[in-house]
C-alpha cells in the first residue's frame, strides 16, 4: 500500500465526529477550546446555593458540548463527587419523561457509588437495591446478599430501563402523581453519599439536547418543578431552540435564576454591518489560531494546503463538527482520486478538493428545505436577527438553528446569521439579489 | 445479476466514495449512508463491493427488526453471531430494511415503524460507539429526508452520504411470479354515477324539447347526457342491444358535440370530450379514447376547471397504464396529484397516490409502489375512507411479496382483509385468501417461514391467467373481440 494512501486513511480516521469521551482520544486530539466556558461553569456550580442548584447548559449541535462536559467532569472530580451521564445511554428516547429522568439520577448516583466502591452500611444498601429493584421489576438473586450483588443489579437495572418498555410506562404511572416521593428518595440517596464521601454531589446530564424540541417542551416547561426538586446540583444539557422560545426561556429563567449558560459557537468574524453585508471583513485570528490546531493535531501538515485549512475554517462557521466534517469530506476526495490513480504522489487537499468538498455539502443542505425555509434564511441573513411572522414561522426558524443553518454568535452583543455553506447555497440560487 | 454494467458516471463516483470509506473507516465507528431507490441497483452494488472487497475485507449483512428498527440492535446481534466480527477484523456492515418500514401504523397507534427507527437513529450514538466498523445504512430517498428532519443528530456524525441515481438495468429473471395478476380495482370516477331518468321518459323529453325549437341552448347537455346514459347501460349489462345501443351513445355524444361546439359551452363540451372517451375506452379503443382525453384536458385547461383537468389526467393515466405505458401512466398521474394538492382534494389526492403505487407496481418497482400506496394509505385514513385504505392495504401487500418480505406481506393482506369484510367486498376478501395462501406457496421453497393460513384454499382456477398481469389480461380480451 502506498504511503501517501494509508496517511490519508489515518487522517480519515481521525477526523471523527464523535465527542471526545475516551481518555486516550482526549490525549490524542483535545485542544484548549472555550476555557472560560469550563471556568464560568465551575464558578456557577461551586456558588450554588441549596435553593439555587440547577444550571441549564445549551449550545449548538457539534460546537464542543459533550467533550467540554467530560472535561469539565475530570477538572470538578478532586472537589465533588461528580456524576456524569448520557441519558441516551439509559432511556429510550421515546419514553423520556421527567420522571424517568428522575428515576435515573438515583441509579446513575448508586452505580458511581459502586464504581467507587464507597463504603456504605450493608442494611441501607440492601434496602436501596430493593427499592430500585422493585420499581424496575428486576429479579434480586435471594442468596446473594450484600455487597457483591450491587454492580451486576446495577447493570440489570439499567438494561431493564432501557430494553422494557412496560417498566418505563409502569415507572411512569407509579409516580406521575407522588413525584414528590420519588424526589425524596433521590435526597435521601444524595444526603447519605454526601455524608459518606464528604463531598458534595454534581450530577451532570448530557444528551438531553437531543431531545424532540416537543419532548424538551414537556419536560422543561410543564413539567420543570419537579425536575428541579431534588437537593443536588444538577447540570442538564438541553437544545439550543429550546432556550430561543420565550415562553420556555422565562420560565427556565425564573426556576433556576437564570443559571442558563450557552456554549457559544467560535466566532470567526465580528458581528456584521447589517448595511454593508458584502463588505471584506478580517477574520478574528485568535479563533483561526484555534481552529487550525485542532486540525493539525489529526491531519499530517503536509496532506493539506494553506489556504485550504483557512477555507475549511472559514466555512465552518464556526462550529466543530462541522469544521472537522468538511476536512473529512475533503480527504474522501483524495482518497478518491488515489484509488483513480495510484501513481499519484502528489495528491494534497487543495483549493480544487476544497470547492468539491463544499459542493457535496451543499447538497446535504439543501435536500430538507422548502421555500418557507429559504425565505426564513434569507430574512435572517440581511437581518442578523430572529423575526418571524406566527407560529408556524417560528418554528422552522427554531428547526434550522436546530440543524445549523442558522447560527447563534454572542459577544456582548447577541446576532444570529446563516451557516457560510447556507450563504453560498442561497447566493447560488440568486436569493440574496436586491 | 449483471455485474458487466457500467455504472453511470455519478453512480461510479458515488460507489467509488464508499468503498473508501469503508476501507479507511476500519478500526473505528464510521456511519456512511446509501442512498438508494432501486433494490435491483442496490443488490447490484453490494454484490460489487463483496467482489471488490474480499478476502481482505468482509462483507456483512444485516437487516432491521422491523418492530423494533433499532440500528444499534442490528448490529449488536450480528456481532453477538460472528466471531469474525469479535475479534474486530476487518469487515463492513451493510444494514437493510429500513426501505419497507411502514410509515403508517396498522395498529392506528401513533408511532409509526419510521418513527421508532428515527428515534433510535437519534439516540443511538452511545450504543454505537462500541462496534468499531463502516456501518453503511441503506436507504431510499424518501427515508434520507426523513433522517435530514427527524434524526438530525444522528445526521450531524454521519461519516458521509452516497448518493445513487436510477440505471436501466436489465430485466431480471422473477423472483416468483406469483403476484403477477393482482393489481387492484377501477377508480370509482370512471363508473358514471350520474342520476338519469328512464331512457324511454328521456328521449321523449328530448324530442319534445326539440320539437319546440331545434336550437335550445340545453339541448346539447341533454345528448350528453343520453350518451351517458347509453354508455351506463353498456358497461352494466343493462342494454337491450348492445350494437344498437352503442351507436345511439355514439351519436348522442356526437350530437352534443356539435351543440356545445356551436354554442361555445366550453364546460359543458370538456365532460362531453371526457365521457366519450370513457365510452371509447369501454370499447377498447384505446387510441381514440386518448385523443378524446386529450382534447378535455385541453379544454379543462383553458377554462381553468381543475376537477376536469384532474378527472382528464387520471382516466389518461389508466388508459395508458391498459396499454402497457406504464411511463406515460406515470407522468399523467404525478400530473393529477399536483392537480388534487392545488385543489385541496384530499380524497382524489390519495387516489393519485395510489394509482401511481399501482402503475410503479406495473413497472416492477416495487419499493416505489410501496412508498406511494403507504402515502395514500396515510390519506384514505386520515379522511375515513375504508374502502380505499383496504385497496391500499393490498396493493401495498402485493408490493412487499414481490420484494420478499412475506412476514410483513402477510401482515398487510391481514389487515386488508379484515377491512374488506368489514365494509363487505367478497370478492376482494377472497383475493386477500388467495394472497395468503400464495404467500404461503412462496414459503415452500423456504422452510424457515411458519406458512399461514389459507393453506387449504385450492390453487387459481386458470393457472395462466393468475400470472398475467392486468393490462395483458385486457389486451388478451381486446385480442379476443378483435378475432370475433
Known amino acids: ?434 | 445479476m449483471n455485474s458487466e454494467l457500467e455504472l453511470k458516471p455519478e453512480n461510479q463516483d458515488s460507489y467509488d466514495k464508499l468503498i473508501v470509506s469503508i476501507e479507511s473507516g476500519q478500526g473505528i465507528l464510521t456511519p456512511l449512508i446509501a442512498v438508494c431507490d432501486d433494490m435491483r441497483l442496490r443488490e447490484l452494488l453490494i454484490r460489487r463491493y463483496e467482489e471488490e472487497l474480499s478476502p481482505d475485507l468482509r462483507v456483512y449483512r444485516v437487516r432491521l427488526n422491523q418492530e423494533e428498527p433499532s440500528l444499534r440492535l442490528g448490529v449488536a446481534t450480528l456481532i453477538q453471531n460472528e466471531e469474525y466480527l469479535q475479534q474486530k477484523k476487518p469487515a463492513v456492515i451493510m444494514v437493510m430494511g429500513s426501505e419497507t418500514l411502514m410509515f403508517v401504523s396498522p395498529k392506528r397507534e401513533d408511532r409509526t415503524e419510521v418513527d421508532k427507527f428515527m428515534g433510535y437513529l437519534q439516540w443511538g450514538r452511545e450504543g454505537l460507539m462500541r462496534f468499531p466498523y463502516p456501518i453503511v445504512l441503506w436507504v431510499t430517498k424518501k427515508i434520507e429526508l426523513e433522517i435530514t428532519r427527524s434524526a438530525l443528530d444522528f445526521w450531524s456524525w454521519r461519516k458521509g452520504v452516497a448518493h445513487f441515481v436510477q440505471e436501466f438495468l436489465p430485466e431480471m429473471p422473477r423472483e416468483n411470479n406469483l403476484f403477477e395478476a393482482q393489481s387492484v380495482s377501477l377508480r370509482d370516477s370512471e363508473e358514471d354515477t350520474g342520476n338519469f331518468l328512464p331512457l324511454e321518459d328521456f328521449k321523449e323529453l328530448i324530442a319534445k324539447v326539440e320539437e319546440k325549437n331545434r336550437e335550445d341552448p340545453s339541448l346539447g347537455t341533454m345528448y350528453s347526457r343520453l350518451g351517458r346514459l347509453y354508455s351506463r347501460r353498456l358497461r352494466r349489462g343493462e342494454a337491450e342491444d348492445d350494437k344498437l345501443e352503442k351507436e345511439e351513445a355514439f351519436l348522442s355524444f356526437q350530437k352534443a358535440i356539435n351543440l356545445q361546439s356551436k354554442n361555445k359551452l366550453n364546460d359543458n363540451l370538456t365532460q362531453t370530450f371526457f365521457y366519450l372517451g370513457l365510452l371509447y375506452k369501454h370499447c377498447s379503443q384505446y387510441q381514440q379514447a386518448i385523443e378524446y382525453f386529450q382534447s378535455s384536458l385541453e379544454l379543462a385547461r383553458e377554462i381553468d376547471d381543475c376537477q376536469g383537468e384532474s378527472d382528464a389526467l387520471d382516466s389518461l393515466g389508466y388508459t395508458c397504464e391498459i396499454l402497457g405505458e406504464y411511463q406515460k401512466a406515470i407522468d399523467y398521474h404525478q400530473q393529477s396529484l399536483i392537480m388534487t394538492r392545488e385543489i385541496g382534494d384530499r380524497f382524489e389526492e390519495g387516489h393519485a397516490l395510489y394509482n401511481l403505487g399501482q402503475d410503479y407496481y406495473s413497472l416492477g418497482e416495487y419499493q416505489e409502489s410501496i412508498n406511494y400506496h403507504n402515502l395514500s394509505l396515510l390519506i384514505f385514513r386520515e379522511i375515513g375512507y375504508r374502502r380505499m385504505e383496504a385497496f391500499a392495504y393490498l396493493g401495498l401487500g402485493y408490493s412487499l411479496a414481490k420484494l420478499g418480505e412475506k412476514w410483513k406481506a402477510k401482515q398487510v393482506f391481514e389487515q386488508a382483509k379484515t377491512l374488506f369484510q368489514e365494509i363487505d367486498i367478497e370478492h376482494k376478501v377472497k383475493d386477500c385468501n388467495q394472497a395468503l395462501y400464495n404467500l404461503g406457496k412462496m414459503a415452500i421453497a423456504q422452510p424457515t417461514f411458519i406458512p399461514p393460513f389459507g393453506e387449504e384454499l385450492p390453487p387459481p382456477e386458470n393457472p395462466e391467467e393468475a400470472v398475467l398481469p392486468r393490462s395483458h389480461r385486457r389486451a388478451k380480451q381486446r385480442r379476443k373481440k378483435t378475432t370475433m
Request: glycine share 2%; hydrophobic share 40%; charged share 30%.
Open chain 1, 1 to 434: 500500500m502506498s504511503e501517501l494512501l494509508e496517511r490519508f486513511r489515518t487522517a480519515y480516521r481521525n477526523l471523527q465526529l464523535l465527542s471526545l469521551l475516551k481518555k486516550e482520544e482526549l490525549e490524542k486530539f483535545y485542544v484548549p477550546y472555550n476555557i472560560h466556558v469550563i471556568d464560568e461553569l465551575e464558578q456557577v456550580v461551586e456558588d450554588c446555593s441549596d435553593t439555587n442548584n440547577k444550571v441549564i447548559f445549551t449550545g449548538h449541535r457539534g460546537c464542543g458540548k459533550s467533550t467540554l462536559l467530560g472535561r469539565f467532569t475530570e477538572r470538578m472530580s478532586d472537589r465533588f463527587f461528580v456524576v456524569f451521564f448520557s441519558i441516551a445511554d439509559l432511556i429510550e428516547m421515546s419514553d423520556i419523561n421527567h420522571i424517568n429522568i428522575l428515576f435515573a439520577i438515583a441509579v446513575q448516583i448508586m452505580e458511581q457509588t459502586e464504581q467507587q466502591q464507597i463504603n456504605i452500611s450493608e442494611s441501607t444498601k440492601k434496602s436501596l437495591y430493593e427499592w430500585l429493584a422493585t420499581k424496575t421489576q428486576t429479579q434480586i438473586q435471594s442468596d446473594s446478599a450484600g455487597i457483591s450483588v450491587g454492580f451486576n443489579l446495577i447493570e440489570m437495572i439499567k438494561t431493564k430501563l432501557q430494553s422494557e418498555k412496560i417498566v418505563r410506562r409502569e415507572l411512569k404511572q407509579e409516580f406521575e402523581r407522588k413525584t414528590s416521593e420519588l424526589v425524596a428518595k433521590i435526597d435521601e440517596i444524595v444526603a447519605l453519599i454526601q455524608k459518606e464521601v464528604n463531598q458534595e454531589i454534581v450530577v451532570i446530564i448530557d444528551d438531553l439536547d437531543k431531545l424532540d424540541l416537543q419532548v424538551v417542551r414537556e419536560i422543561f416547561h410543564d413539567n420543570v418543578k419537579m425536575l428541579f426538586k431534588p437537593q443536588v446540583r444538577i447540570v442538564f444539557s438541553i437544545p439550543i431552540a429550546t432556550p430561543r422560545e420565550i415562553n420556555i426561556r422565562r420560565h427556565l429563567e425564573t426556576e433556576t435564576s437564570n443559571q442558563i449558560y450557552v456554549m457559544p459557537v467560535a466566532k470567526l468574524y465580528p458581528k456584521p454591518d447589517i448595511n454593508n453585508r458584502e463588505e471584506e471583513v478580517e477574520p478574528i485570528r485568535e479563533t483561526l489560531k484555534t481552529f487550525s490546531d485542532i486540525l493539525y493535531e489529526r491531519i499530517d501538515p503536509e496532506l493539506i494546503e494553506r489556504d485550504a485549512v483557512e477555507t475549511i475554517m472559514l466555512k465552518s462557521g464556526g462550529v466543530l463538527r462541522e469544521l472537522i466534517r468538511i476536512a473529512s469530506v475533503c480527504c474522501t476526495k483524495c482518497l478518491l482520486e488515489i484509488r483513480r490513480d495510484k501513481s499519484r504522489d502528489d495528491i494534497k487537499i487543495n483549493a480544487e478538493i476544497v470547492d468539491k468538498a463544499l459542493t457535496d455539502m451543499r447538497n446535504d443542505f439543501a435536500t430538507p428545505l422548502s421555500k418557507r425555509h429559504y425565505d426564513i434564511l434569507v430574512r435572517t441573513y440581511r437581518e442578523l436577527q430572529q423575526n418571524t411572522k406566527d407560529d408556524t414561522e417560528l418554528e422552522k426558524f427554531l428547526d434550522l438553528l436546530h440543524g445549523l443553518y442558522i447560527l447563534e454568535y454572542r459577544n456582548a452583543d447577541q446576532w444570529y446569521d446563516v451557516h457560510p455553506i447556507v450563504y453560498d447555497l442561497l447566493e447560488r440560487k440568486g436569493l440574496l439579489l436586491t
